[in-house]
């Protein structure tokens, strides 16, 4: 079993596609359209490989909660890479600043952005093969 896709609805698509884009330069739009949802219209696309895709729809409405306050709800989602550092140069030159720093950790590199939607996406190397290191916050 896997995480296929997360879904998110959102006021502006093309500055969401910006951003993932810059994060996953070898990902494509795998579809894309319009519609309706509750009666209200809609630009959605699927933007991923042939495994996982993130879904992305405009008819949001209203901010995204707040990341320091204690609202229920999405506290971020989360992406392994092999090389943080080349997303991080991705994301800075693409105009994405980090919102924050991982924590230092012998076993794995980790940072965080916040998308344009204000959904807040961790990034992390993995620098051990250890299940327990891995998972350790020290």
Excluded: C
């Amino acid at each position: 079993m896997y995480l296929e896709h997360v879904n998110l609805v959102v006021s502006n698509v093309d500055a969401m596609l910006k951003f993932y884009q810059a994060a996953f330069p070898s990902w494509k739009i795998r579809s894309e359209g319009e519609g309706r949802w509750y009666n209200k219209p809609r630009r959605w696309l699927h933007f991923g490989n042939d495994h996982q895709y993130i879904a992305i729809s405009d008819n949001g409405e209203g901010d995204n909660r707040d990341l320091s306050d204690h609202q229920v709800g999405l506290a971020h989602f989360a992406y392994v890479t092999n090389n943080l550092n080349s997303v991080i140069k991705r994301l800075e030159n693409a105009g994405f600043k980090i919102a924050k720093p991982g924590i230092d950790n012998p076993f794995r590199k980790n940072v965080y952005f916040i998308d344009p939607a204000g959904f807040e996406v961790e990034f992390v190397e993995y620098l051990s093969d250890i299940p327990s290191e891995r998972n350790n916050d020290l």
